[in-house]
């Protein structure tokens, strides 16, 4: 599906989608050890619903009830499972089955199958597991000789690897591992809090974690909001004013919530009340420098900022963002440069900053950030550019245009021939 935007007024209310970095983590638990949950205010993204069939794989009923979902686990190993395009569900899945003694093809989305899964697999094989990548890239998991003996992994290319072997050794009950080069290790900070949820407990010493397993009850869990959809629209409240977002945990450790800071350093316009935010016009925008090692979801939606601002934007250790759902690098590098921004390339850090504004014909990505990210430039430019794969982005937010319809905006697609907006 091809979109265009039609501006107008910018001025609303919306309500950040669920984090399905919670989501995905508390669905596979429950299925896989057995404990039963109520999970409110789910989005029904696409990698959400990854995680849930692979819930109903391993013989879990799921009960649903418009936001909100039941798990009612009896965990049975599947013979084959169906990962999508989700790094999240695809690594979490490989160290519960291993852990569930499972023997299990994997299944996914070419797209999915070139990412990194390889530390995770070398140290469970260390761990007695026995693994035969197929032709399309994906593994045949046999964990059937495996055990809770220490091992050490390699975190420098994904927090997942190190989610996942939390999730390894809480489901055998005991056992500990060694981490080094850790990435992004909010996100590791989150599998601990569902683990908590669960009633295990993760004893964290320098490079060194253990498990403790302790007593559960049948637990009522709301999911947050997610920052990284918010990004979208906290940027570009900065440029438009008169956005509220609501939703959001103030106090969430979702890395991404590093945004209100990050911005607010540079532009002093979002206010936060409750579990609102509220984003005015920015009077001035200087310069930003982000981490992409430690939050390379919302660099291409802050790399945006450049495009429009001559102090300009700064991306380090932006080798991150290459192993992400595309090249990241590339791709923001293409887009920025698309509407006319100055792109520089230096060794530690990519630069963007105001060049003179284009109003490209088309844009093209298959990354669901790169695409939302686009739109959010596209709509800043006030441009008449065509967003191809639009979607795409039901991967991790499946209401975005319908966000930007109620702050003000008109889509229109090349699947409605009548020419109407479409949403």
């Known amino acids: ?243 509220k977002i609501k939703n959001l945990g103030i106090d969430s450790l979702q890395p991404d919530r590093q945004i209100i800071e990050l911005l607010n350093n540079a532009t002093e316009c979002i206010k936060i009340g409750g579990n609102e935010l509220t984003v005015d016009k920015a009077n001035f925008i200087k310069g930003i420098i982000v981490d992409a090692s430690a939050t390379p979801d919302i660099a291409p939606v802050i790399s945006v900022i450049g495009i429009f601002s001559t102090e300009g934007v700064k991306i380090y250790n932006y080798q991150r963002l290459k192993t992400k759902e595309s090249d990241r690098w590339k791709g923001i590098i293409e887009m920025c440069r698309a509407f006319g921004a100055t792109v520089s390339v230096c060794e530690n850090f990519i630069e963007i900053k105001k060049g003179i504004l284009k109003d490209p014909e088309s844009i093209k990505f298959t990354d669901h950030r790169m695409i939302m990210s686009a739109i959010i430039a596209g709509v800043i430019a006030g441009s008449h550019t065509e967003f191809k794969n639009a979607e795409k982005i039901n991967k991790s937010y499946p209401e975005f245009l319908v966000d930007l319809k109620r702050l003000g905006l008109e889509i229109y697609s090349d699947l409605n021939l009548s020419g109407d907006a479409v949403i």
């Open 1 to 243: 599906m091809n979109v265009k935007i039609k501006n107008g007024t910018i001025s609303g209310t919306i309500y950040a989608p669920s984090s399905k970095s919670y989501t995905q983590r508390y669905v596979l638990y429950s299925a896989f050890s057995n404990k039963p949950v109520k999970i409110k205010n789910v989005s029904f993204s696409e990698d959400e619903m990854v995680s849930l069939k692979i819930a109903e794989s391993c013989n879990a009923t799921i009960n649903y009830n418009r936001k909100d979902i039941e798990i009612k686990p009896d965990f049975k190993c599947p013979d084959s499972i169906y990962v999508g395009e989700s790094g999240t569900s695809y690594r979490l899945s490989i160290g519960l089955l291993v852990a569930r003694k499972c023997k299990t093809t994997i299944k996914g989305e070419q797209q999915l199958a070139g990412r990194p899964v390889e530390p995770l697999i070398k140290a469970l094989s260390d761990a007695g597991t026995n693994f035969k990548k197929h032709k399309d890239g994906f593994y045949m998991v046999d964990g059937r000789n495996s055990a809770s003996t220490g091992v050490s992994i390699d975190g420098g290319t994904s927090s997942q690897f190190v989610s996942a072997m939390l999730y390894y050794y809480s489901i055998l009950g005991e056992g500990n591992f060694t981490v080094s080069n850790m990435v992004s290790a909010n996100y590791v900070n989150i599998t601990i809090n569902c683990l908590r949820n669960f009633g295990i407990t993760v004893h964290n010493n320098g490079n060194n974690y253990s498990i403790e397993n302790g007593d559960y009850a049948v637990k009522e869990i709301g999911i947050e909001g997610d920052y990284s959809s918010a990004s979208y629209f906290i940027v570009l409240g900065i440029f438009t004013g008169n956005i």
